[in-house]
Nanobody, 115 residues
Framework: QVQLVESGGGLVQAGGSLRLSCAASGTIFNLAHMGWYRQAPGNQRELVAMITRAGSTNYADSVNGRFTISRDNAKNTVYLQMSSLKPEDTGVYYC?????????WGQGTQVTVSS
């Protein structure tokens, strides 16, 4: 079955950087669209960034210019490089894989940005 394993979360000061990774297995990774979502306490899960199987990217307005999503099809891995982090970026970050209209989710990784 499809498995997504995120890593790279942690505690960082405002203005700092983190890189999240999501390794996928059990699927045809290069045919899937990949995304990162986040959920802050009391809020709904929201899209942060996505990258299509063709490599096109899209970002939430709140992170555009600060975050970069990329993928390495040879490693079945998607990355989220986060820079100039703000306290409002705090939340659990989830990796999403969408293949033929079906969504798969990772377990999430906590990102905490202190002011």
């Amino acid at each position: 079955q499809v498995q997504l394993v995120e890593s790279g979360g942690g505690l960082v000061q405002a203005g700092g950087s983190l890189r999240l990774s999501c390794a996928a297995s059990g699927t045809i990774f290069n045919l899937a669209h990949m995304g990162w979502y986040r959920q802050a306490p009391g809020n709904q899960r929201e899209l942060v960034a996505m990258i299509t199987r063709a490599g096109s990217t899209n970002y939430a307005d709140s992170v555009n210019g600060r975050f970069t999503i990329s993928r390495d099809n040879a490693k079945n891995t998607v990355y989220l490089q986060m820079s100039s982090l703000k306290p409002e970026d705090t939340g659990v970050y989830y990796c999403n894989l969408r293949l033929y209209g079906t969504d798969y989710w990772g377990q999430g990784t906590q990102v905490t940005v202190s002011s």
